[in-house]
């Protein structure tokens, strides 16, 4: 048969096989960029609505990021900062230029998101741009804690100019690095300014070496102790004050030298007082040690003439024939034992506020010494058609020394039985608080005015019974307190 003959016609496609392999993994690569990003990515057209968002978009609005899609990219910003956005974007497309901003976004449980919107233009073909992608990054914990340090940057301007005391800013060196308008005032010039050396020139030179020493271990021992310390300093005037300074480091901040502030105020009239108050409380200790000393010798002098008193008085009413003189030798000698009584009071109270007050303890029985004191104003209280109650009954032992536990229960005794009613009653109980035995001594007379009580334990102070007719010196109390607390009560 006739000859049979083909024709085939090829084209090589190796480039477009090439392209579209580049192609499909330029796609890929975008598609991992938009799944994995943590940052949002948007790619939105001229009309400024959304043709794709990233994965993460779901964590800034909270919604799913299909969800977006067709929707205008405004509707999920806050509306205040919706005109600004939509100026950048159309100034993007108009004018081809990067965008770059600020906005708040919307999540979708009514809380807003700071972002900050860097994009650029695409285009399909040559001309206008036709599409723009940004990408948001959530910065609204950067932008509140620019915020934070912006108002701890003010308050700290605000205290630093405000605060009358000297505040300045040192380096190890003891150079000044800042220092406050404070300072200026404190010091009545400028002299002591930035640059210059940490008022050790203005320092008294016998300060200067203690003073620069505490600054040293500052910085040596690096921790945030406070370190304070007293200096002279030299106002502009000529005159000296009395400063005290309190310092400490500021926190280390790695490649930044270590710096302390140091606090300062003239603490000039505060040391006058003291040194004022001091000398006037060594003085008044002069005149109180002079005074009881003073007592304590008239006490003993007194005691001398007074004895031989009583002695002739005690001869007057033995040898005594008729009753007149009997009556004077009684009265001088009642007189005499009261005036004994009340020499005896005043050189105790004087012992008391010398501080000469010797206890001897030992262990009794509490018992034993009431019973004692009971019987020995028993007299008094006949005399007086007073009862004494006595239900103290106790076993317990106490730890007292005898002769000033029974000064302290006589007088106690004594001041009931004296300052009460006739036909009274005198009471004495006595109970148990942890390891303390509390003694009460209680009577049925008058009493003491309520406003009169913080007056009780001082000397001489008889609470208005001066006027009426009762014997006492106003000591008895304040001794007997002075004694139960030397002997460890309270």
Not at 348 to 365: N, P, W
Not at 409 to 435: F, P
Request: charged residues 25%.
């Amino acid at each position: 048969g006739p000859p049979i003959s083909a024709v085939f016609t090829s084209r090589d496609v190796t480039e477009q096989e090439l392209a579209e392999r580049a192609l499909a993994r330029s796609v890929e690569t975008t598609n991992a960029i938009m799944d994995s990003a943590v940052d949002v990515i948007v790619l939105i057209n001229r009309d400024l609505t959304i043709i794709e968002s990233s994965f993460a978009s779901e964590n800034v609005h909270g919604r799913a990021a299909q969800s977006r899609r067709g929707r205008p990219v405004l509707e999920f910003m806050h509306p205040d900062d919706r005109p600004i956005a939509e100026s950048a974007m159309h100034r993007a497309f108009a004018e081809d230029e990067p965008v770059n901003f600020r906005a708040r976004m919307l999540h979708a449980d009514g809380h807003t998101v700071i972002v900050e919107i860097r994009g650029r233009t695409l285009r399909d073909a040559p001309g206008p741009p036709t599409r723009l992608v940004f990408i948001a990054r959530d910065v609204t914990e950067a932008v509140q804690a620019e915020a934070a340090l912006a108002r701890s940057v003010d308050l700290t301007r605000a205290i630093f100019d405000a605060a009358a005391d000297s505040i300045v800013m040192i380096d190890r060196n003891l150079i000044v690095l800042e220092a406050s308008p404070g300072h200026e005032r404190l010091y009545g010039s400028p002299h002591n300014s930035v640059g210059e050396n940490a008022s050790l020139d203005s320092m008294h030179p016998d300060d200067r070496s203690r003073v620069a020493s505490s600054i040293e271990r500052l910085f040596a021992q690096r921790s945030d102790r406070v370190t304070t310390f007293r200096f002279r300093g030299r106002h502009a005037d000529g005159h000296w004050l009395t400063m005290e300074s309190r310092g400490r480091l500021v926190q280390d901040i790695e490649g930044e030298m270590p710096m302390a502030v140091l606090v300062t105020r003239d603490i000039s009239d505060a040391v006058a007082r003291d040194e004022v108050l001091e000398e006037a409380k060594s003085e008044a200790e002069r005149a109180n040690r002079a005074k009881s000393e003073f007592m304590s010798r008239m006490s003993h002098e007194l005691r001398t003439p007074l004895n031989s008193v009583l002695g002739f008085a005690q001869i007057l009413q033995m040898e005594s024939t008729s009753a007149s003189d009997v009556e004077i030798g009684d009265q001088i000698y009642r007189s005499g034992l009261h005036l004994l009584n009340l020499i005896n009071e005043v050189l105790e109270i004087s012992r008391i506020e010398s501080g000469i007050i010797a206890v001897s303890l030992e262990t009794m029985f509490l018992d034993n010494v009431i019973d004692e004191c009971v019987d020995l104003v028993q007299p008094q209280a006949t005399a007086m058609n007073v009862n004494i109650i006595n239900v103290a009954n106790t076993r317990h032992s106490v730890v007292a020394d005898a002769n000033r536990l029974r000064q302290v229960v006589i007088n106690l005794l004594s001041n009931a039985i004296k300052y009460n009613t006739n036909g009274g009653t005198v009471s004495l109980t006595c109970e148990h608080r942890n390891e303390f035995l509390r003694l009460c001594v209680e009577d049925t007379g008058v009493g003491i005015a309520p406003e009169m009580i913080n007056r009780l334990f001082i000397p001489f102070d008889r609470l208005g019974a001066e006027s009426s007719g009762i014997d006492g010196t106003g000591l008895g109390l304040a001794v007997s307190k002075s004694l139960a607390e030397a002997m460890g009560a309270h």
